[in-house]
């Protein structure tokens, strides 16, 4: 809008410059001295007039000194002068009124003029240019692309092959219609693409474009909502009028539920914008008049919420699930990825593929671009394994906050809740192993313990939940076992959050409660429309409720105990790790081990390239030879030595 401002004060600007000019370039009368008309008598019946030109009421004319002069008849016709010029044979012209030109009438339009461009441009602007100014309301907004334009193929599409075979018979549908048609087959009209966000889905819709070599039209589901009633609907009739024109042809729609949520889901009645819009997306997939070679594909991660009309076969014939990829898959997206970063040769695509359990394909990508940035900042020449790990500790624990600044006693009490919580996690069953113990503030935490699966998981055991459950605790029962009652902080909020998440889940929706027994309790939580929550009648009583809150407390308590039990037999343990987190700052794998064996700890590899490149940073400042000590082995921990690190909980403080 901003623009659209300055644009306008600039034609006015310009408007008043032209006007200007025109003024100064318009026709100018040559006058000495203007004289009133008893002078002009006076003058006349002296015989100092030599000649004098009449035109209207304007009157100019020459003395005998050749001088000139200008006057103003008072009276239209005034025969006295012209009696007293005759007598005294002065010569007397007559002209005619000069009429307006053309540039004159330009002038005078010339505000209007400017005026009505500004309206023009205004309107433009409202209505969207190029797509028929202010009375293109009822215009589909739908991007056709044809197939130069998309450079996208299946070859750049990772990770879900099922997903890739089904659209990829869209492809053959369109080339060669016959030999499907032959045994009877019809060409499906619509595929809808289902899975959570950030798996592909528009990615494949776009490969499909590129591959299909034929028209495409793309368009968002917000694009057919507008204030005015009944403008999606007339979007529709034209997108699909364009579509049958350019028959065969695809049609995308992203986010198809922001236009195809259930109707009659409100409490503003069924007669609004957005069920008009899709009424009509409802008929012209399948209504009387057929929208043959015209396949619609739509993507959305909310099937839920759709019209059931929306979804039955003959609109959306195939319904296409775009899952979270497996480890093959993670591995063959980072392999697409990495393509375009040079990489060095101790990457190994298929290591951390394992590491990245439940990510999506956008977190993948996200994963390699970090570690390009991460290599560019370090002024390497290729990407290494290094950058990719902190690339993957950065997107699943956040950005370190180096500059945070904290007290010792904050630091210690971090260090000895992020133990407790691997501590836990190490001695429960089916637990997932300890990857990562961290006292650096990342994102909103002040601490993270994180715990990475051996494999990718697609269904969770009671014992796994408990276990869960008493890891959450573990870090709550450290500060209060090591520090007193009176010193436990806020630091397990997000803990304590989870952890009745995950009981009450076990109750009310996974039957993994004894007592409550396989029963589905307090479903309405979830329904996201007002009408339907309001008209739905609760399904638990009151006694019910009673008995859900007590087994929630029942399973909380019994892991909670647990959890304090643990603790306190590995009480040394959890001193080592928290002195370890001191020093170090930052722990794996092998350093855990190591305190869980009950052996010297190692070095972390990140803490040795650290003390490498500050000496290295002394030496080059003092300009002296400094002698770089090679580890002699595992180190044993000083109590004394207190480290520089801070943080705590995976939660925030």
Excluded at 10 to 37: A, C, H, M, Q
Excluded at 263 to 275: I, V
Excluded at 444 to 469: H, I, N, Q, W
Aim: hydrophobic share 40%.
């Amino acid at each position: 809008m901003n623009d659209a401002i300055k644009t306008i004060l600039l034609w006015l600007v310009i408007g008043i410059i032209l006007i200007s000019v025109f003024n100064n370039f318009g026709p100018r009368r040559e006058t000495d001295k203007p004289i009133n008309y008893s002078q002009l008598i006076s003058e006349v019946k002296q015989g100092n007039v030599q000649s004098v030109t009449i035109s209207d009421q304007n009157i100019t004319g020459t003395l005998q000194n050749n001088s000139k002069f200008v006057s103003y008849l008072p009276m239209p016709q005034d025969t006295t002068l012209l009696q007293e010029l005759v007598d005294k044979k002065v010569v007397v012209k007559g002209k005619p009124p000069e009429q307006p030109g053309i540039l004159a009438h330009l002038i005078s339009l010339l505000p209007w003029i400017v005026i009505l461009a500004i309206w023009i441009y205004v309107l433009r602007q409202q209505a969207g240019v190029g797509k028929g100014g202010a009375f293109s309301f009822g215009r589909s907004r739908a991007r056709l692309l044809n197939s130069d334009q998309v450079k996208v193929t299946f070859a750049d599409v990772a990770g879900c092959e099922e997903a890739k075979e089904e659209v990829k018979e869209l492809v053959d549908f369109l080339k060669d219609p016959g030999k499907f048609q032959r045994l009877g087959g019809k060409i499906p009209r619509g595929v809808l693409l289902v899975g959570p966000p950030g798996t592909g889905k528009t990615l494949l819709a776009r490969a499909v474009a590129g591959e299909a070599k034929v028209p495409f039209f793309t368009i968002s589901g917000s694009d057919f909502v507008e204030m005015f009633v009944g403008v999606g609907a007339s979007r529709v009739r034209d997108m699909f009028d364009q579509a049958k024109k350019q028959a065969p042809c695809i049609i995308f729609i992203d986010e198809i539920d922001a236009v195809g949520r259930h109707r009659g889901a409100g409490l503003g009645g069924g007669h609004d914008e957005r069920e008009q819009t899709l009424n009509q997306l409802l008929v012209e997939m399948d209504g009387f008049q057929g929208s043959e070679g015209v396949i619609v594909v739509a993507a959305t991660n909310r099937p839920d919420v759709l019209d059931p009309a929306l979804l039955r076969p003959g609109r959306f014939d195939r319904q296409v699930v775009v899952g979270l990829p497996d480890v093959r898959g993670r591995e063959q997206i980072l392999r697409v990825h990495s393509r375009k970063v040079p990489t060095s040769d101790d990457v190994d695509v298929a290591v951390i593929a394992r590491s990245t359990p439940g990510f999506s394909g956008a977190d993948l990508a996200n994963i390699v671009n970090e570690a390009a940035l991460f290599a560019a900042r370090a002024n390497k020449r290729s990407v290494d394994m290094e950058d990719f790990e902190k690339a993957k500790d950065k997107v699943i624990m956040g950005t370190e906050r180096r500059s945070m600044v904290m007290t010792d006693e904050e630091k210690k009490l971090t260090a000895y809740h992020e133990a407790g919580h691997a501590i836990v996690g190490l001695n429960v069953p089916s637990h997932d192993p300890v990857h990562k113990v961290t006292i650096i503030p990342r994102g909103r935490a002040l601490g993270v313990t994180m715990f990475l699966p051996e494999g990718d998981k697609y269904s969770y055991t009671r014992e796994y939940l408990e276990s869960k459950l008493s890891s959450l605790f573990g870090g709550r029962l450290a500060e209060e076992i090591i520090f007193g009652a009176g010193k436990v902080t806020t630091g397990a909020s997000n803990d304590i959050q989870k952890a009745t998440e995950i009981a009450r889940n076990m109750v009310t929706k996974w039957g993994l409660s004894e007592k409550v027994g396989p029963l589905t309790l307090g479903g309405n939580d979830e329904e996201v429309f007002l009408g339907h929550s309001i008209t739905r009648h609760k399904d638990i009583s009151e006694a019910t409720s009673s008995v859900v809150d007590s087994e929630v407390r029942d399973i909380i308590e019994r892991n909670y105990q647990r959890a304090e039990k643990i603790l306190k037999e590995n009480i040394e343990k959890l001193h080592t790790m928290a002195e370890a987190l001191i020093k170090y700052e930052t722990i794996g794998q092998e350093q855990i081990q190591d305190i869980m064996a009950g052996r010297a700890i190692r070095e972390p590899a990140s803490w040795r390239n650290k003390e490498v490149s500050e000496k290295a940073k002394q030496q080059s400042s003092s300009e002296q030879p400094i002698k770089t000590e090679e580890s002699k082995g595992p180190l044993k921990l000083d109590e004394e030595n207190q480290g520089t690190a801070s943080a705590n909980g995976s939660s925030i403080n």
